[in-house]
């Protein structure tokens, strides 16, 4: 063999050898992969079956298809890679999930995009999503997740989208944000971050969207967050920021589409490069301290679609400060211009009517602006909102004003305007508000104005007009809230018409020159809690009618030349808290029944023919004519005789009748007189059976009873008193349920005091049954057939501060219930909400009706934990506001159906400032969704370009009807619930708002 056969040989046995090793090795690595694959795949089901598990409710049944009969690669919103078939996505948005987010979660190796966007969980977010090294896109906006955003986070540094807004997270702005070099999308909005912003933001050099508003942030922002020149959405709005913004900001973020920091400390000026940002749509700084004015060049950004700084002090109260409106016209798709509520001087500018046919918002009130309304202003045909109060305007409103005929609101009060008011309003036929009080208009009404068949509220109040009230006024049958034409020249009788307005709680036709009979057909003002005609020369009777006026709250007939004797129905007029008759003719005895018993709710002053009355009034009495006859003749004696043994036995009847009620301690109604023992509590409650069980309360038990006699059900609250103040409470609940009545309070039948067949001491209070039961069985039913209706809701809002504002403003001594929560708002078969459980109320002694704002004793924390006003924890009176604090909270439990104790609230933002960082673009993500249940939800695209173009939309866009109505009534929630009490609204304001909002709505939907 030579040496070529060897090398020959040689190299055959080690290409075998090679050969022989390749296939073991490919053999060994295919059976490793495969086994690992497997296995990867047995780690990835456990993990999502650990993720179904902690699932504890699941509306739409999102995770039916989660089970052993089909793959978990075919799972909805699973995604496995085609190769290895490891899990890479979970994409389960909008599905409404509540539970858990199992720590399982980390052990999903592949995982690279996790959506449990706008769902319901809760707890802490799992330290173990660090291990999710492949992690790209990371959202969990929308849910309640709360404590800290676990640090490990950090590791994952491939994430290019970070979206977790609108949780309860807690903690400082985390530092290690900057290791995401790669990130593109950072929403941390509306949760609970507090501390300042970290300069590491400025490393995210591909950042193109940075949401953080909504927040607790103080501070300046870090220069190099401005230098972050990929930038196209950055806000940064409710937060605590102060400091100037810098003046080079439209040089290095050329590309910003939103720049919006509304309601923070912002000062200094607005920055003249801020027209450089060419791309701009949204430049929203309201509610800051910014001074000087906006640049004249403004106009360059000819894409604005919403400019607003609203309530800031721009301008300095001289000519030239609204100079730059002239370059607005340039932004020919503008369709929000807000500048109320700062210092612009200066005319109205005539360019104003040059400016974008797309606006559909122009505020421009409280300013010191003068001059007229140019004629152009008809050129802007798609305003719904015009705003141009408190200013010194002046000179005449043009008629070119009827061609908007899209207005919904037009608010011209408290200026100089002068001449007639143009007819051509007429033609507005969307109108819902019109207030130009406060003006110098002249003439007569315009008849037109009976063409604005939508009308609400309309006042012409403190003019100078004169003539007769046209009848077209009063066939506005949609007039609700108020009509108001008090302080001018009107002349004439009141039309008949007058009964068409059903639906109006308030007329106001004070202090004018009007005369004749008061209409019988006012009686058909069923609605009707206000009415106000004093100052008049209206004459004769008051018509019988008027006791059909079945709510009516407020009556002042004062100062005219009314006659006759003062009728009796004024005193069964249930609701009747304030009555002035005073400088008439009325003449005889005044009665003696309902509110002529109490001296200081009605006023007949200036009346020398009256008599009787109570003896507080130290009117003469009435005596009986004498009978002038020959052959009789009583002598005075006897006369004085009879009348001392009267007035003996009249005194020894009372006397009975006090003891008695005093001794009982017993309260009734004239409707319905009730003497129940004992006995027979105990058998019409099936000795107080479970099954008739209805309710428990602090002090004692609300049972279901049906009378033995009738067979009336009735409801019956047994004291438990061997709970400490439950006798206290009793006795507080008797005080206050004495002295009220109102269709929106619980109506006591009787209370009794007594002593059970064991010699202990009872006490019960009868009330009317409620068949609904109470709200909170509505709002958090134990089974899904009860739902309300947005509808539904909002009655029962306004049922809820009707009743509210009647204990606040209509008592003789102001009433603070100090409990208002769900359990304590009962529902009639009607639906019709009654406040009741005065257990805990309070009299304001020390105040009078129009203005209860501190009692004289300091709360005991008084009220239930989640509805408390936050003053009453440090020691705070008890007040007026502090019930208006708890009905914000009960307004916003009722429509986002969360509970302020829910366990997504502990430990973090509350129920208040949840919703308030989720308005007004947001409604939806944070209603109840028993409310949307037919409302269609967009889809989610996972792609995060959609995801940011989809938050764009959502904030840029138009919100429906009810999204409208409900950031409405959400906004008048989380005002009453302020921290502090000198911002909370007037409970008269949110009845006003809630009735405007739901005429609005009613409307819009073509239910009326």
Known sequence: MNFNTSCVISNKIAFKFIYSFLLYITKYHYTSTASSTLHGNETDLHALLDFKARITQDPFHTLSSWNHSIHHCNWLGITCNINNGRLIHIILPDMALSGTLSPSIGNLTYLTKLNLRNSSFHGEFPQQVGNLLYLQHLNISYNSFGGTIPGNLSHCIELTILSSGHNNFTGKFPTW???????????LAVNNFHGTIPNEVGKLSSLTLFAINGNYLYGKIPTSVFNLSSLYFLTFSENNLHGDLPSDVGFTLPYLETFAGGVNRFTGTIPESLSNASRL???????????????????????????NFDSNRLGNGKDGDLDFIASLINCTVLEVLGLADNNFGGELPKSIGNLSTQLNELALGTNSIYGSVPIGISNLVNLTSLGLENNILSGFVPYTIGMLQKLVDLELYNNSFSGVIPSSIGNLNRLTVLLIDDNSFEGTIPESIGNCRNLLMLNLSH????????????????LSIYLDLSHNALIGSLPFEVGNLINLEELDLSDNKLSG???????SCASLEGLHMQGNFFEGNIPSSVQNLGGIQDIDLSCNNLSGKVPEFLGEIKGLMRLNLSYNDFEGELPMNGIFQNATS???????KLCGGVSELNLPSCTIKKIHSPKVTIPLGSALVFVFFLSCFVAIFMRKRLGKKTSRERVTTKELELNISYSEIVKCTGGFSEDNLIGKGSFGSVYKATLLSDEAVIAIKVLNLEQVGASKSFIDECNVLKVIRHRNLLKIITAISGIDHQGNDFKALVYEFMSNGCLEDWLHPKNETKTLSFVKRLNIAIDVACALEYLHHSCETPIVHCDIKPSNVLLDKNMVAHVGDFGLATFLFEESCDSPKHSTM??????????????????????AVGDVYSYGILLLEIFTGKRPTGEMFEGGMGIQQFTASALPNHVIDITDPTLLHNQELDGYNEDYSDEIALRYENEAGELSSMENCLVCVLEIGVSCSSTSPSERMHMTEVVNKLQVIKNSYLRLNELI
């Open 602 to 608: 009605f006023s007949i002053d200036g009346n020398i």
């Open 517 to 523: 009979a008061i209409p019988s057909s006012l009686g």
């Open 463 to 478: 003019n100078k007009l004169n003539g007769t009230i046209p009848r077209q006024v009063f066939s506005l049958s949609s």
């Open 281 to 307: 749509e949204i430049l929203d700084f309201a509610d800051n301290s910014l001074v000087g004015t906006l640049p004249k060049n403004i106009g360059r950004l000819n894409l604005l679609t919403r400019l």
């Open 858 to 879: 300091t709360a005991s924390l008084k009220g239930s934990i989640g509805y408390i006003a936050p003053e009453y924890g440090i020691g705070g009176r008890v007040s």
């Open 177 to 187: 944000i900057g290791n995401f070099s790669s990130l593109s999308l950072l929403n």
